[in-house]
């Protein structure tokens, strides 16, 4: 929008850094991750960061990831 003429002229390295992810195993809506046959695989589940396929963000989207395994964990029977 405007020409930049008069020195001193400055830079600055700018780096991107994420703040989120949003690729990463997939799960339903237990937070069991799902086989590439769309099966729930026993005992192991997954959330927030390391799971994909979720537009939430960030703490939030981790502590209601978290409360849902944790609860489906302890009520998964033992294999
Ligand atoms: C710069 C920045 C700012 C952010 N600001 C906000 C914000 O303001 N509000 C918000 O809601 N979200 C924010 N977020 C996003 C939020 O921090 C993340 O979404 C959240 O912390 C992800 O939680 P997580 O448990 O999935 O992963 P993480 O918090 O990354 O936890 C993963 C843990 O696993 C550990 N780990 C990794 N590999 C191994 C291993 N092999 N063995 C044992 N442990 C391992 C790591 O050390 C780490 O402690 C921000 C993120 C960044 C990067």
């Known amino acids: 929008m405007y020409k930049i003429e008069r020195?001193?002229?400055?830079?600055?390295a700018i780096v991107i850094v994420w703040h989120d992810s949003y690729g990463g195993l997939r799960i339903n809506r237990?937070?069991?991750v799902i086989d590439t046959d769309g099966n729930p695989i026993p005992g192991l589940y997954a959330g927030c960061e390391a799971s994909g396929g979720g537009n939430q963000h960030g703490l939030g989207r981790g502590l209601v990831h978290a409360y849902i395994a944790g609860t489906n964990a302890h009520e998964e029977p033992a294999a």
């Open 7 to 12: 020195p001193k002229f400055y830079a600055a």
């Open 30 to 32: 237990k937070c069991q």
